[in-house]
């Protein structure tokens, strides 16, 4: 591709024409998720963290969840680092909610204890960029302020026709154009789609209609004014981005086990899932990701055993297999120093804990039958 992408902007008749049938068809069309019940900054901020590299049914019941145990600002300010990983365990990415508690104690200290209503002090917030600080000041304060997720970024390179890689600088830098071309600034508000409207409606037709694989371009509300549609290009843009190389990684994790309680240690304060429990674990590849081998304190006391069963996992770009081993640990009750970084806790308190991915699929194999293989 040898030209850089570029957006062309539509008359003021076709902008207005291409905003109204959206709005219309929203209003119609659009999904009954709970954020969309409140105008509240805070939980529409937590909703849009959360759904950041989640599946919207996954994040439904996190999110209610974490309203209840940090209804405010405040609270999630002042919460133990633990008890927010722990609402968050399961979700992934846990810099996420790192980054979640250190925006909320900077808008304590610094807004009132609010989300902030300007761009410029909003991406003063840890974790917050330019599409989470659109959607909050849009959705949440109907303020005119563009956003470009990945859904919006698909749907413009489509409507206006542009051809660039996706994800890549050069589209995105054009369609944030598009985007902020489209939000409606004015003082006539009847005559307009409100911010708060046009964002949701944008993404809500990406995720369900203009789709990355077999976009449902009959439905489309917008198909009329889509140059992608009129040249039969909707599933060539935006690009593929070239995908990295999977890096594979073999693990053996270790359940120690005495009746219904088990070891979990913590993981190292600093690098991926710093701090979040885990089964000991070790890595046969040295890919950085996990400790090559177990720390002093229980490596030497270890006995590896009998294979229980393997499964599959995926952490970015890494392929992971990992074979799960019982183990033994002499004076096993020895180990439970939360201080130190390890527990002994029953399986039913140990999916109370932040644990990681990894860790919670290996307690659903304990739980649905593994018991057996200690037998």
């Not at 902008?15 to 509240?40: M, N, Q």
């Not at 939980?43 to 996190?62: F, G, H, K």
């Not at 302020?145 to 995105?172: I, M, Q």
Request: hydrophobic share 45%.
């Amino acid at each position: 591709m040898s030209e850089l992408p570029r957006f062309t902007p539509p008359s003021g008749a076709d902008a207005r024409a291409l905003r109204s049938v959206l709005a219309e068809w929203y209003a119609e069309s659009a999904r009954d998720l709970p954020w969309r019940r409140t105008r509240d900054a805070y939980a529409i901020w937590i909703s849009e963290a959360m759904l950041q590299q989640t599946r919207v049914e996954v994040v439904v019941d996190y999110w209610t969840r974490f309203l209840e145990q940090f209804p405010d600002v405040r609270t999630l300010a002042e919460a133990d680092e633990e008890r927010v990983l722990e609402a968050w365990s399961g979700l992934g990415y846990y810099r996420r909610a790192r980054s979640l508690q250190a925006a909320a104690r900077v808008m304590v200290a610094e807004f009132g204890g609010e989300f902030p209503r300007s761009r410029e002090a909003a991406l003063s917030l840890p974790g917050v960029g330019p599409y989470t600080a659109g959607a909050v000041l849009s959705i949440a304060y109907d303020l005119p302020v563009a956003l470009v997720d990945g859904n919006v970024e698909r749907v413009l390179s489509r409507v206006f026709g542009v051809d660039g890689t996706k994800g890549s600088p050069e589209l995105l830098r054009c369609m944030w154009s598009a985007a902020e071309f489209l939000v409606e600034r004015g003082t006539a508000k009847s005559d307009l789609v409100a911010p708060s409207v046009w964002s949701q409606a944008l993404m809500e037709l990406g995720a369900l209609v203009c789709t990355p694989r077999a976009p449902k371009c009959a439905a489309c509300p917008v198909r009329g004014h889509c140059a992608a549609f009129a040249t039969d290009r909707a599933e060539e843009l935006p690009r593929p981005k070239k995908r990295r190389e999977p890096v594979d990684v073999a693990l053996e994790v270790y359940v120690v086990r005495e009746g219904d309680a088990v070891l979990l240690v913590r993981r190292p304060s600093t690098g991926r899932m710093a701090r979040m429990w885990e089964f000991p674990t070790v890595e046969a590849s040295d890919t950085g990701l996990f400790p090559t081998e177990l720390p002093d304190w229980i490596g030497p006391r270890l006995e590896p055993g009998h294979e229980l069963f393997e499964f599959g996992h995926g952490i970015t770009h890494h392929r992971i297999r990992a074979r799960v081993r019982a183990a033994r640990a002499p004076r096993f009750r020895w180990f439970d120093d939360p201080e130190v970084g390890r527990v002994v806790v029953t399986l039913e308190d140990a999916r109370r804990l932040a644990l990681t991915g990894m860790a919670r699929k290996v307690l659903d194999r304990l739980d649905s039958g593994a018991d057996s293989l200690f037998a």
